[in-house]
């Protein structure tokens, strides 16, 4: 079964640098997303990709975060100089929205996850 | 606004009962999915379950059913015949109508052997 990958599983980085995590979704979904789940919390939805821009985002994601598909199959979550708030699994999920009832019922398929530590 | 609600953070149940892990949520849409997403010690989010806002049935998946009461504004999760694998934390998540998931703070269940 087609899955949503992402790597790596483990980053460690110095407080103040720049991170990129890397995402492949899978082949023909065509909406992108990024979330946040801070150790014992709650899944915090970050951003939503579509066509080549950015969907929706939340509040969470201010100019410290950007996201890009540089080619045809990854899809990345860049941060620029991390602060230890951002300490975080961080969740890669895409979703196909052809076929009926594109509007709402099709789940998210996750990938595995990043853990970001920031030291 | 909080929109989805878990209200249990934890729940205990005997190995091969019974569980319903609640969830309320809150929208003004006419169009909306509701899910739920099983996640393992492990870390990884496994969905379970979908429920449209249009959907006259309750959802089944094998061992898992979803109660939906439109009325009062539910969508609970029930896991029959509970085996020692469910242990995890069990996220409710909606979708109105084109906007992304959002999701509930979660339940831990625990199964007692």
């Known amino acids: 079964e087609p899955e949503v990958t992402q790597t790596p599983s483990h980053q460690v980085t110095q407080m103040g640098q720049e991170v990129i995590l890397r995402c492949v979704p899978i082949?023909?979904?065509?909406?992108f997303y990024w979330y946040r789940q801070i150790l014992g919390q709650k899944v915090e939805f970050l951003v939503s990709?579509?066509?080549?821009?950015?969907?929706?985002k939340s509040e969470i994601f201010d100019d410290q975060f950007s996201v890009e598909r540089p080619d045809g199959s990854n899809f990345t979550l860049k941060i620029r100089s991390t602060k230890l708030e951002d300490s975080a699994m961080y969740f890669c999920?895409?979703?196909?929205?052809?076929?009926?009832?594109?509007?709402?019922?099709?789940?998210?398929?996750f990938g595995d996850g990043t853990r970001l530590s920031i030291l | 606004a909080q929109k989805i609600t878990q209200t249990q953070p934890g729940m205990f149940v005997q190995e091969k009962e019974a569980v319903t892990l609640d969830c309320t949520y809150d929208?003004?849409?006419?169009?909306?999915?509701l899910f739920w997403y099983k996640q393992p010690s492990s870390g990884e989010m496994i969905f379970l379950i979908y429920?449209?806002?249009?959907?006259?049935q309750n959802a089944t998946e094998g061992r898992y059913s979803l109660n939906f009461q439109k009325a009062r504004k539910s969508a609970n999760l029930v896991i029959s015949a509970s085996q020692l694998g469910d242990s995890a934390m069990y996220f409710c998540?909606?979708?109105?109508?084109?906007?992304?998931?959002?999701f509930g703070a979660g339940t831990r269940l625990t199964v007692k052997p």
């Open positions: 999920a895409s979703r196909d929205v052809t076929g009926q009832g594109a509007r709402s019922n099709q789940p998210q398929h």
């Open positions: 082949s023909n979904h065509l909406y």
């Open positions: 990709f579509y066509n080549n821009e950015i969907s929706e």
């Open positions: 929208t003004s849409d006419q169009s909306y999915g």
């Open positions: 429920q449209g806002s249009y959907d006259e």
């Open positions: 998540a909606m979708r109105e109508g084109w906007n992304d998931m959002r």
